[in-house]
Every structure is written in structure tokens, then in C-alpha cells.
């Protein structure tokens, strides 16, 4: 007592040794096996750790909920965003800028079919952002750029001359369904038999020729086939459309595909019904 009293104050000690006599007086009806500074000690050390444990764990949880927070962020990044634009796509001539311009509400003169067009289509005070994507070959290579924005698809086709781009058509629709950003987030399209006004050949004759050039192209291209993250395993896996061992089918993808058509005319201020339905639920 005599050392303490050279570094602790007086009050201090004498505060001490109160506590130390009321809890003596606490424990002395229960006949402890242990003394009461062995108690004392016990509850020092107790309040020390609750005291410490309060002062660096809280920072070290900060810490750690801070990095948990920057994983997810990192998780989140690295995975697919969800696009939030309506994408028009289809071979030159198909009937796109003119969409694109009715459902913007423009002239034809301020807008190009050769250059990416961008807008807006206003629906019930909500605008939805709209890309229209030129149909010719050297914007193949940017293509992905622009389906990774996606929240729905239009693919236009002009039906009188269907019969003689078939192949092409459905070489320009693989590229599109073998995507990982319209594959992985089931991007809905909505192909659109354009100017079917002009011409005998309708949705579903298009639906079943595209079907059976969709097949073979599995078998040509398969050999090198896109490949998609699988998000659970961490790892690659190769896109396959359809079900193997059948003939492929729209119905088999993962993407909600959906036929319509119509005539989408300059002369006319709305576009058809079908793309107005498949446009403004979404």
C-alpha cells in the first residue's frame, strides 16, 4: 500500500478500498472458496477487456464492414449491370430510323441511318433512352458495347426481302442471342416483321425460317462458340442456344422472344401496336 500510495492519489486509493470492503461485504454470505481480491481482480480484468474490446473491436468492425462494403461494390461492378435502353437492331433498310424517329417524336432530316442515333421516348412522364444501331457491317465490332446498355431489344426485319437475307439475318441475330449481356440477363426481343403490308410472308413463316438457319449455325459455329461468366462458380461456360439434341426453337432460349408485325410507315405518326405494347409496360 505503501508503493501505491507514491503513484496513486490518495482519493483514488481510498475510493479503491472502498469498493474493495462493499464488495467483501457483498460476497461474505456466501462463504467463496476464493478471497475477495482474486474476485476484485476477476472483475478488473473483466471490465478492462469489455474496455478494450469496445475501443479497438468497433474499429476493426468498421473496418471490416467497410471492406465487406467495397467487396460488394467490387462484386457488383464486376458483374452485369442491367442496361436501362431500348436498342433497334436489324439489316440496312430494315425500317429502324424511321422507328427510332416516331418514337422520339422527330423529323427524318435531323437524323442519320448510317451514324448511332440516340433519344428519348416519354411514356407517362418516364423517358426510356433509345439507340438505334446502323444495320451495316462495320458496326458489328461495337455491337456488344451497345447490347451491354440493353433493357429490351427490337430486331427489325424487312419481309420483301426476307427470302434472299435469310442467312444473314440469322447470322446477325446469333451474334446478338450468344451475347453475354443479353444471354446472362435475358434481354427480351421483339422481332418485328417490318412492311409485311408489301409482301405475302408473315411472322411465323419468318420465325420458322430463322429457326432452321438458327440450327445450323449451331452446328458451323459451334466449334467456337461465345462464352458467358458463370457468376456462382467463378468460372467461363460456352453459350449454347437452345437445347442440344433438338432442333432449336425461340421457345428454348432464356431471353422472353417475342414475334409481331407490322408496317412501320414514314407517312404514319405511330408506331405499329405491337412495338407500343412491347414497349411501354417495360
Same mark, same amino acid.
Given at each position: 500500500?505503501?508503493?501505491?500510495?507514491?503513484?496513486?492519489?490518495?482519493?483514488?486509493?481510498?475510493?479503491?478500498?472502498?469498493?474493495?470492503?462493499?464488495?467483501?461485504?457483498?460476497?461474505?454470505?456466501?462463504?467463496?472458496?476464493?478471497?475477495?481480491?482474486?474476485?476484485?481482480?476477476?472483475?478488473?480484468?473483466?471490465?478492462?477487456?469489455?474496455?478494450?474490446?469496445?475501443?479497438?473491436?468497433?474499429?476493426?468492425?468498421?473496418?471490416?464492414?467497410?471492406?465487406?462494403?467495397?467487396?460488394?461494390?467490387?462484386?457488383?461492378?464486376?458483374?452485369?449491370?442491367?442496361?436501362?435502353?431500348?436498342?433497334?437492331?436489324?439489316?440496312?433498310?430494315?425500317?429502324?430510323? $424511321? %422507328?427510332?424517329?416516331? *418514337?422520339? +417524336?422527330? !423529323?427524318?432530316?435531323? &437524323?442519320?441511318?448510317? =451514324?448511332?442515333?440516340?433519344?428519348?421516348?416519354?411514356?407517362?412522364?418516364?423517358?426510356?433512352?433509345?439507340?438505334?444501331?446502323?444495320?451495316?457491317?462495320?458496326?458489328?465490332? $461495337? %455491337?456488344?458495347?451497345? *447490347?451491354? +446498355?440493353? !433493357?429490351?431489344?427490337? &430486331?427489325?426485319?424487312? =419481309?420483301?426481302?426476307?427470302?434472299?437475307?435469310?442467312?444473314?439475318?440469322?447470322?446477325?441475330?446469333?451474334?446478338?442471342?450468344?451475347?453475354?449481356?443479353?444471354?446472362?440477363?435475358?434481354?427480351?426481343?421483339?422481332?418485328?416483321?417490318?412492311?409485311?403490308?408489301?409482301?405475302?410472308?408473315?411472322?411465323?413463316?419468318?420465325?420458322?425460317?430463322?429457326?432452321?438457319?438458327?440450327?445450323?449455325?449451331?452446328?458451323?459455329?459451334?466449334?467456337?462458340?461465345?462464352?458467358?461468366?458463370?457468376?456462382?462458380?467463378?468460372?467461363?461456360?460456352?453459350?449454347?442456344?437452345?437445347?442440344?439434341?433438338?432442333?432449336?426453337?425461340?421457345?428454348?432460349?432464356?431471353?422472353?422472344?417475342?414475334?409481331?408485325?407490322?408496317?412501320?410507315?414514314?407517312?404514319?405518326?405511330?408506331?405499329?401496336?405491337?412495338?407500343?405494347?412491347?414497349?411501354?409496360?417495360?
Amino acid at each position: 500500500m505503501d508503493t501505491l500510495e507514491k503513484y496513486v492519489p490518495a482519493v483514488v486509493l481510498k475510493s479503491c478500498e472502498q469498493a474493495y470492503n462493499h464488495i467483501d461485504r457483498i460476497l461474505a454470505p456466501y462463504n467463496l472458496p476464493i478471497p475477495t481480491e482474486f474476485v476484485v481482480l476477476a472483475l478488473v480484468g473483466l471490465l478492462s477487456a469489455i474496455i478494450i474490446s469496445a475501443i479497438f473491436g468497433g474499429s476493426s468492425d468498421s473496418r471490416g464492414s467497410s471492406g465487406s462494403s467495397t467487396s460488394s461494390s467490387s462484386s457488383s461492378a464486376g458483374g452485369k449491370k442491367k442496361g436501362n435502353s431500348l436498342v433497334l437492331l436489324g439489316l440496312c433498310d430494315s425500317g429502324k430510323t $424511321t %422507328l427510332f424517329l416516331k *418514337l422520339i +417524336q422527330k !423529323s427524318l432530316t435531323s &437524323y442519320s441511318s448510317i =451514324s448511332v442515333n440516340k433519344g428519348n421516348f416519354n411514356n407517362a412522364g418516364k423517358k426510356l433512352p433509345i439507340i438505334d444501331i446502323p444495320g451495316h457491317a462495320k458496326m458489328r465490332p $461495337t %455491337l456488344p458495347q451497345y *447490347l451491354s +446498355q440493353a !433493357s429490351s431489344i427490337i &430486331y427489325l426485319i424487312d =419481309s420483301t426481302t426476307f427470302f434472299d437475307q435469310s442467312i444473314e439475318e440469322a447470322q446477325n441475330l446469333y451474334d446478338i442471342l450468344v451475347d453475354p449481356s443479353v444471354y446472362e440477363r435475358r434481354v427480351p426481343i421483339l422481332i418485328f416483321c417490318n412492311k409485311t403490308d408489301l409482301t405475302t410472308i408473315g411472322e411465323s413463316d419468318v420465325q420458322s425460317i430463322l429457326e432452321r438457319e438458327l440450327d445450323e449455325l449451331r452446328k458451323t459455329r459451334g466449334s467456337a462458340p461465345s462464352m458467358a461468366g458463370n457468376e456462382d462458380a467463378g468460372v467461363e461456360r460456352e453459350i449454347y442456344l437452345g437445347n442440344e439434341g433438338t432442333s432449336f426453337q425461340f421457345d428454348h432460349l432464356p431471353n422472353e422472344v417475342t414475334f409481331a408485325q407490322g408496317s412501320v410507315k414514314s407517312e404514319e405518326t405511330e408506331a405499329p401496336e405491337p412495338i407500343m405494347s412491347f414497349i411501354q409496360p417495360r
